[in-house]
Structure formats: structure tokens, C-alpha cells
């Protein structure tokens, strides 16, 4: 049966492409950028975002007969208390980098795997500790100005940034400030049969 990946997101694909796994991409889903989070933690907004968009790619696939298991996730940033998502347009980008320079800010992905046409699921999330260094402001203009940022939870991609020479330093798995938390998705995988793009047959998660 197959791994479904309810994301556009190009880093998620890539991180599972890369550990091994085959998933299958669902597009569209459910547009977050106007919900409301209101009183409730970082760490269940992420999830439950992870659980909407599955539950999106559920019912599209019941529809339709699919079978395996969906994953999806949800990545957001917390400087000094404040949640960062993505950024709207370069304005915005360029204010989120000069809030993370000279400081430390935590990243948190949630995730839900979930079987079609079930409510049987697994929901949790992971966190990362980002320090970012001294950047001017030349640096976050052009970056602001390059459309790096887009689609990508507080402005920028830890291995791109990285890559680029920025004083970033992350404690914790570098992979869920890209935007899944392999360390620990992986072996939840695998526990399930899942090598490839195909597993064994269903069973509880």
C-alpha cells in the first residue's frame, strides 16, 4: 500500500526521498493562511494543522478507494514568544530574520499519520533550537528580495541558509526545521513495513 504525503512542499518529499521512502504527493488541501490559532499552544497548533490536512487527504482518498497511510505535517516558528508561519511577501521575511538574528528561536513540526477512511492516527510534534548569528541588514534585504523565502516557515530553509555561509547553529533534528522530524518518523515508519513507497498490510498505528 502506499505512503501518501498530503504536502506540496518540495523539502518534505525530499527528506523522505533521501531516507529511502517513495511517497506519493497528494496536491491542493486546506488553506491555513487565514485560521485563527487563538488560545492554544504553539505545539497543538502545529498538530492540528498536521491532523486537518490529513483528515483533507482522508476524505479525498475514501472517495476514491485509496489505501495506506497519509502523512502529513506542519511547521511553525516561535521567536520570543510569538509564532512565525510563512511570510506574506519580502517585507514581511525581511522582519521575521531581523527578530531571529543575535538570538535563539525554537522550530516545531507536527505530524499525523493517518489510515483512509479511519480515524486511527498517530499525532505528535518535535522540536529544534535555531540560534542565528549576526546578519546585516544587506543580507536580509537581498535575501527578502531573492523569493527564497517562500513557503517556508519563518522565511528560510536551515540547510539553504546554511549552505549560503549564515552563522546558524540547531540543537535538536535539523530535519524538523525543514519541516519533518525524521529521527523520529523514520523508525515510525519502518516499525510499519514501510521501505519504500509500499508497506505490508494495514494495521493499527
Request: proline fraction near 6%.
Amino acid at each position: 500500500m502506499t505512503l501518501w504525503l498530503a504536502s506540496r512542499s518540495p523539502r518534505r518529499h525530499r527528506l523522505l526521498r533521501e531516507a529511502g521512502f517513495d511517497p506519493v504527493v497528494l496536491g491542493g488541501g486546506i488553506d491555513d493562511a487565514g485560521l485563527v490559532r487563538g488560545d492554544v499552544t504553539p505545539a497543538a497548533w502545529v498538530e492540528a494543522l498536521a491532523w486537518l490536512k490529513a483528515r483533507w487527504a482522508g476524505d479525498v482518498l475514501s472517495r476514491e478507494g485509496g489505501r495506506g497511510v497519509i502523512l502529513a505535517a506542519d511547521t511553525l516558528c516561535v521567536v520570543n514568544g510569538a509564532p512565525f508561519g510563512q511570510p506574506r511577501d519580502p517585507a514581511d521575511a525581511a522582519r521575521m530574520l531581523r527578530a531571529m538574528r543575535d538570538a535563539a528561536h525554537e522550530t516545531l513540526t507536527g505530524v499525523c499519520l493517518l489510515e483512509p477512511g479511519s480515524d486511527t492516527r498517530l499525532l505528535f510534534h518535535d522540536r529544534a533550537r535555531v540560534h542565528v548569528g549576526a546578519l546585516t541588514d544587506a543580507v536580509i534585504a537581498a535575501y527578502a528580495a531573492s523569493g527564497a523565502w517562500q513557503g517556508k516557515a519563518g522565511g528560510y530553509n536551515l540547510a539553504e541558509v546554511a549552505a549560503a555561509g549564515w552563522p546558524v547553529t540547531c540543537e535538536g533534528d535539523p530535519a524538523t526545521v525543514m519541516g519533518l522530524p525524521m529521527r523520529r518518523l523514520v523508525p515510525l515508519l519502518r516499525a510499519r513495513g514501510y521501505t519504500g513507497g509500499r508497506c505490508g498490510p494495514a494495521g493499527t498505528l
